[in-house]
Structure formats: structure tokens, C-alpha cells
């Protein structure tokens, strides 16, 4: 992690910052296709008790975050595009005092909206914390599609679906995500 822990705002339990993390992001406009498979791949998360990071914004990913909370071991750091508002320790209260979410933000309390710039700042912070990155779906010419080309993403493992969209990404090295059972067992690994 390049950013220093210093600079950031967090609510929870730092501890997951110094495990392995997967960040996950999709665009907001998505084809509903792919739910039934990126949920497999959470699930397989929450079975293997793997940290997943995201803003956790598009409707996908608040979808995910609501599905990730079901089991209570669960590690989930959740990155913002605003400050920590006071009311979030009550609404995560429980998760926040068993130590498996730790919100994290770059921004001072006073920040109270997310705007295009400070979602771009967010999602590179996640990009920036994570040590591998699972894109279900990025649409072609959209933000993710420029994050996967910023400096803090490049050279970090990528796992992609299987999409006419997501050439451009398997071009570049990504491998490809099969849920656990399909195809022989054979799947990427990250």
C-alpha cells in the first residue's frame, strides 16, 4: 500500500488493512447476466474467508456488500468517496465491534456527498490497498476501464468474466474467473 494509513480517515478494525485483499469493482451499467456468477465468486469469498474491498457502489456491489454481511466472519473493508459520517457507527455498529469492517476514506468528515472526482480519488485508493482485483464487468471507454490503467492497479493480478466486453482486459493479462465445480475444477486463482 503506497498510501499511508496516517493520511486516512478510518471507523473499525485497521487490523484488515495488513491482510490480503481482493478489491472488487463493476460498472454501474452492467448486463444482468453476470449476477448469478459474480455472486459464486462472493460466495466463494465468504467460504474461504477472504477480505473483499470495494466502494461498494454501483448496484452490484451494494447488492454484494448486503450478501458479504450475511456471515458474521466475514473481513470487508469499505472504501468511501465522502467523509465518515457519525451516523455510520450506528448503522454498523455490530459489524464494527466483532472487528470484520473497517471503513476507510481520504476525505475530513465535512465531505458529505461523492462526486465524480471524489469516486475517481476513492477507487484508486481501493486500487491502491488491494492486492488483487476481481472486474466482473467493466464497460468499454467507462472509469474502471481507466483505473485498470493507472499506475496503482498495473501489475496486480486481475480476474475478469468471460464477456465480449471484457477483450480489452483479458488483452491485457487479466485471467478469467470460473466459479468453483464448472469446467473440471479448473479456475483462475489469484
Known amino acids: 500500500m503506497q498510501t499511508p494509513l496516517e493520511e486516512l480517515r478510518t471507523l473499525g478494525n485497521t487490523a484488515l488493512l495488513r491482510i490480503p485483499k481482493t478489491a472488487f469493482f463493476c460498472s454501474r451499467e452492467y448486463p444482468h447476466s453476470i449476477e448469478r456468477l459474480a455472486y459464486l465468486w462472493a460466495m466463494e469469498q465468504r467460504q474461504l474467508g477472504y477480505c473483499v474491498l470495494s466502494g461498494f457502489h454501483s448496484q452490484l456491489e451494494q447488492s454484494i456488500f448486503r450478501f458479504l ?6 473481513p470487508i473493508v469499505y472504501v468511501l468517496g465522502r467523509g ?3 451516523s455510520i457507527s450506528l448503522e454498523y455498529e455490530r459489524d464494527i465491534q466483532m472487528g ?3 471503513f476507510v476514506t481520504p476525505f475530513d468528515q465535512e465531505v458529505t456527498t461523492v462526486t465524480q472526482e471524489t469516486a475517481l480519488i476513492r477507487n484508486l485508493l481501493i486500487a491502491d ?3 488483487r482485483i476481481f472486474l466482473p464487468y467493466v464497460r468499454p471507454g467507462g472509469n474502471l476501464e481507466q483505473l485498470v490503467h493507472s499506475a496503482v492497479a498495473r501489475g496486480k493480478p486481475l480476474l ?7 477483450r480489452e482486459l483479458l488483452r491485457q493479462g487479466a485471467r478469467l474467473y470460473y ?8 479456475r483462475a486463482r489469484l
Not at 160 to 166: F, G
Not at 179 to 186: S, T
Open 69 to 74: 454481511r450475511r456471515d458474521v466472519q466475514q
Open 84 to 86: 465518515i459520517q457519525p
Open 100 to 102: 470484520r469492517l473497517l
Open 129 to 131: 490497498i488491494a492486492d
Open 160 to 166: 475478469t468474466l468471460n464477456l465480449p466486453e471484457n
Open 179 to 186: 466459479p468453483p465445480g464448472l469446467l473440471g475444477g479448473h
